[in-house]
């Protein structure tokens, strides 16, 4: 039901910043919880930030907690992840997903997500 395409990300060096979109083909989107996953080559599928309908609350793991920063546009149909200080360690492809959930509801584990794009790339360099 829910299309998403990421996009933004790209090759950059430590201490810059990137910020990825990810953008979604339905007309309910503001009644989804969405959230930002990444996963490096030969290791699992991690979360990292999360948002509830409204934008109101958020939150991410201790890994990216003030340095990466979740938003969304509902007129748009848009989510961002800005990430600030990167890190060679944050490389990986960056995914964004959909859920249907309670208004309030920030979802953080991947079987609770329903809708995933396809990812966008981000390499961090040293």
């Known amino acids: 039901q829910v299309q998403l395409v990421e996009s933004g990300g790209g090759l950059v060096q430590a201490g810059d910043s990137l910020r990825l979109s990810c953008a979604a083909s339905?007309?309910?989107?503001?009644?989804?919880?969405m959230g930002w996953f990444r996963q490096a080559p030969g290791t699992e599928r991690t979360f990292v930030a999360g948002?509830?309908?409204?934008?109101?609350?958020?939150y991410y793991p201790d890994s990216v907690k003030g340095r990466f920063t979740i938003s969304r546009n509902n007129a748009k149909n848009t989510v961002y992840l800005q990430m600030n200080s990167l890190k060679p360690e944050d490389t990986a492809v960056y995914y964004c997903?959909?859920?249907?959930?309670?208004?309030?509801?920030?979802?953080?584990?991947?079987?609770?997500?329903?809708?995933w794009g396809q990812g966008t790339q981000v390499t961090v360099s040293s």
């Open positions: 339905e007309r309910t989107f503001s009644s989804y919880a």
């Open positions: 948002i509830n309908w409204s934008g109101g609350r958020t």
């Open positions: 997903a959909a859920a249907w959930a309670n208004e309030l509801a920030v979802i953080t584990t991947m079987k609770e997500y329903e809708y």
